[in-house]
Structure formats: structure tokens, C-alpha cells
């Protein structure tokens, strides 16, 4: 897993196993949270969002699951492929009263997917 | 619909000169924010833009600045370059509603090497 401000972990799984990459965040006032994903040389490509009063999100071939009381988040992918590989990045916000756009990274956790 | 677009993407410049980059958001999008990635301290907000007008603000120096035009483009500027400032430089853009969290959606990035 990763803390937001910590080293970069790394995942390996293999082709078609399901993944699950882990995400604690420190400010409880945070009430948005995304993941991305980045591939090397590009920028990062949102995969999924949660609000705070939510607490299971469900996309295609991934969910994100917030616990609040623990203050953590995690993104599972299904049947994880190769070009799933990747770094994913938790991110979170805090609403300021309206002018909320200051997203906060944690440092990513590298997937590798082997056929 | 078109993505953000960072111009240029590569760049080389040597300690003391100062550098622009350029951010087209998506259309529609009135709020512009910018990153920088490093291997060391992963992404990090620099400032955001809406309405032509600086909403939010990190934690750089000075040397870094911004502006964005009435058509939502925006540009950073950072001056007086240094080693340290070698990084992705990468723009995200939202609708800027404010009206709920909104997703911030990143273009390719513009990465500079300062030598």
C-alpha cells in the first residue's frame, strides 16, 4: 500500500489475477478522492472517483473502497491485464468552500502485470 | 472532444534562463491547474487558474509563476531556472463550476530539463 507523502511501493501480479492497490491519507477533513493512472511518458488518466459519503465506488473492471475511519482508500482491478501496467496515484481534495481545485498526490504505487 | 494539449513537451534550457510553458484545457473547461512531477517529491500543485484570475496557490517559490487569457489557455512561467526545477510539468483542466468536486483531467505534460 502507500501513504500520501511516502515512497513508491510496487505491485506485481499476474495476467488475470485481481489487484488491489492501498491508499491511506492523513487530513480527515478530505472529502474527494481519485485515482489515476499513469503510463510512462504520458500524463496521469483518471479511472475513478469517490465522494466522502460514499463508501464503495464501481467503474469497469475496478472499484475504490473508502473507509473513512481508518482514513483509507484502496482501487481493486479485475482480471488485471497488461496494459494495466502502471503507476497509480491516489489523490484527494478538500472542500474549501467552493474553490476546491488543489488535489493532493500521494507518490504512486508501480503495477506490473506479467503475462 | 479534444484533450488538454501542453506545448512544448520537451525542453532543455541551462541554469539562469527562465522558461513558458502553454496549456490549452479542455473545451468548455474554465479552470486550469499546474503540477509538477519529480521522482523525489511525486506531484506537488502549483497554482490554479480560473476566470483568468489565480485561485489557489502551493508552496513554490516565486520564480514560478502563471497567467491564463480569456479563452481559458493558460501559461507558466518559471524564471531564473535551476537544477532542481528539471521535471514533468503537467496542466489539468476542469469545468471550474465549483458547484462539487470535480475531476481534473491532465494533459501529456511539458518535461523540462534544466542543465
Redesign the interface.
Known amino acids: 500500500g502507500e501513504s500520501v507523502g511516502l515512497h513508491l511501493p510496487t505491485l506485481s501480479v499476474q495476467e488475470g489475477d485481481n489487484s488491489i492497490i492501498n491508499c491511506a491519507y492523513s487530513n480527515s477533513a478530505s472529502d474527494y478522492f481519485i485515482w489515476y493512472k499513469q503510463e510512462s511518458g504520458k500524463g496521469p488518466q483518471f479511472i475513478i472517483d469517490i465522494r466522502s459519503n460514499m463508501d464503495k465506488r464501481q467503474g469497469q473492471r475496478v472499484t475504490v473502497l473508502l473507509n473513512k475511519t481508518v482514513k483509507h482508500l484502496s482501487l481493486q482491478i479485475a482480471a488485471t491485464q497488461p496494459g494495466d501496467s502502471a503507476v497509480y496515484f491516489c489523490a484527494e481534495n478538500i472542500d474549501s468552500g467552493g474553490s476546491n481545485y488543489k488535489l493532493t498526490f500521494g507518490k504512486g504505487t508501480l503495477l506490473t502485470v506479467n503475462p | 472532444k479534444a484533450g488538454?494539449t501542453q506545448t512544448p513537451r520537451y525542453l532543455i534550457k541551462t541554469r539562469g534562463q527562465q522558461v513558458t510553458l502553454s496549456c490549452s484545457p479542455i473545451s468548455g473547461h474554465r479552470?486550469v491547474?499546474w503540477?509538477q512531477q519529480t521522482p523525489g517529491q511525486?506531484?506537488?500543485?502549483l497554482f490554479?487558474y480560473?476566470s483568468e484570475t489565480q485561485?489557489?496557490k502551493?508552496n513554490f517559490p516565486g520564480r514560478f509563476s502563471g497567467r491564463q487569457f480569456s479563452n481559458s489557455r493558460s501559461e507558466m512561467n518559471v524564471s531564473t531556472l535551476e537544477l532542481g526545477d528539471s521535471a514533468l510539468y503537467?496542466c489539468?483542466s476542469?469545468p471550474?463550476l465549483?458547484?462539487y468536486?470535480?475531476?481534473?483531467?491532465?494533459?501529456?505534460?511539458t518535461r523540462l530539463l534544466v542543465l
Open positions: 488538454v479552470s491547474s503540477y511525486g506531484l506537488q500543485f490554479e480560473f485561485r489557489n502551493g503537467l489539468a476542469s471550474g465549483a458547484e468536486q470535480e475531476t481534473q483531467y491532465f494533459g501529456p505534460g
